[in-house]
């Protein structure tokens, strides 16, 4: 029995060496598109043996091109859900649904404070209004669908320290009913039902009125849409999301970081991001200019990928909409706002990394 048993570790951990060789032997794969990240490829590793990058970068390349990889990741994430795991490299497991964990360690209050005040000097150096959209995380809203102890972030907090800093907010978490509807079940973000919501509830914090949203004929483009929960934790189960864009007023123009671009760009159906529907994804500086609202001025927004989704709501309120987004570009707001004409300069991220 025991040379029956050393036989059989040896034939098994054999055949996990041919595998990691003939992993690293064959053309590797670039980019996955299950977790949506770039892969680490046998041509990528680092020849520093004494330094230790060799050794890293060998076990990751491994990692990353081993033959059976995708089947071992869904399997590993059954397992977990499985023993009982509900919270699962970063996405809580909810009934049908998966919500994106943001606890307090991933929150910095002090951040979320310096980009406030920040805001606020700009606009007052370009001597415009500010005023600020907080976006609500999923798990804030959607706390009855969180499993039992799961941990959440302090909201209460965040948004004092921007509404302090921006008097002129509107609070999202209270002004909207939320349900379910209102995001996606395998990603982090809104849905058209959500960012309406939102359209209309800014809308009317204005004292302006909103259009109804049959008024944007909303198309669906996709009901095979696995977003970012779901490159974390691949389960069975969970149905995939489907994707309504709204109606856009005829000859708007869209202007990427110096490249002509369109508000939808459907290529992005075909590829595993289908939230990239909206302008292809995001940009350091977008300017989208809308001739049949003449005279409706211009508005600056300030935003996060949240926003790409709500925007479309917008244009035919703004003769010209200029979003700048400064994970992509590095730019001076209060000369953006005075070299565009904007009239307004308006914050719309989520209140958790405001």
């Known amino acids: ?11 098994f951990f054999s055949a996990l060496l041919a595998l990691g060789i003939a992993s690293l032997a064959l053309p590797g794969n670039t980019f996955s598109e299950l977790e949506n990240r770039t892969l680490k490829t046998a041509s990528a590793v680092s020849s520093d043996v004494l330094g230790g990058r060799f050794q890293s970068d060998l076990e990751d390349a491994v990692s990353d091109q081993f ?6 990741v869904t399997l590993g994430t059954e397992i977990k859900y499985l023993s009982g795991r509900r919270d699962i490299c970063g996405a809580y497991v909810c009934r049908g649904r ?41 798990s804030v809203v ?30 999202l978490r209270t002004a909207v009913a939320w349900d379910t509807d209102c995001f996606y079940r395998t990603d982090h973000h809104w849905t058209a039902r959500g960012a309406y919501l939102a359209y209309r509830a ?38 995939p999301d489907t994707i309504e864009i709204p109606e856009i007023p005829d000859g708007v123009t869209v202007t990427a970081d110096g490249k002509e671009i369109g508000v939808y760009d459907r290529g992005a159906l075909s590829e595993k ?19 049949a609202a003449a005279g409706k001025g211009t508005l600056l927004v300030v935003k996060d990928s949240f926003a790409n989704s709500l ?9 010209k909409i200029v979003m700048i987004d ?14 565009t004409g904007a009239g307004e300069i308006v914050i719309i991220k989520e209140g958790a990394f405001f």
């Open 142 to 171: 959607l706390r009855g669908e969180l499993p039992y102890g799961a941990e959440v972030f302090d909201s209460d907090r965040a948004t004092a320290l921007i509404s302090e800093a921006i008097p002129d907010t509107l609070d």
């Open 67 to 72: 033959l059976l990889r995708y089947g071992c």
């Open 98 to 138: 998966l919500i994106r964990k943001v606890a307090e360690s991933d929150v910095s209050y002090g951040e979320i404070s310096a980009h406030a005040e920040k805001y606020a000097r700009a606009a007052d150096r370009a001597g415009i209004p500010l005023a600020a959209v907080v976006v609500p995380s999923a």
């Open 326 to 339: 400064e994970r992509y570009a590095t730019v001076d707001i209060a000369s953006l706002a005075t070299e």
């Open 1 to 11: 029995m025991k040379k029956l048993s050393f036989s059989f570790c040896v034939l």
């Open 202 to 239: 800014w809308r009317e914090y204005r004292g302006e009125t909103p259009r109804e949203i049959e008024e944007f004929s909303l198309e669906t483009v996709t009901g095979d849409f696995y977003g970012s929960l779901y490159s974390k934790a691949p389960l069975g189960g969970i149905a």
């Open 311 to 319: 925007v479309p709501f917008l244009i035919g309120d703004h003769e």
């Open 273 to 291: 991001d289908k939230y990239k529907i909206f302008f292809g994804g995001n940009h350091g500086v977008l300017t989208i200019e809308n001739p």
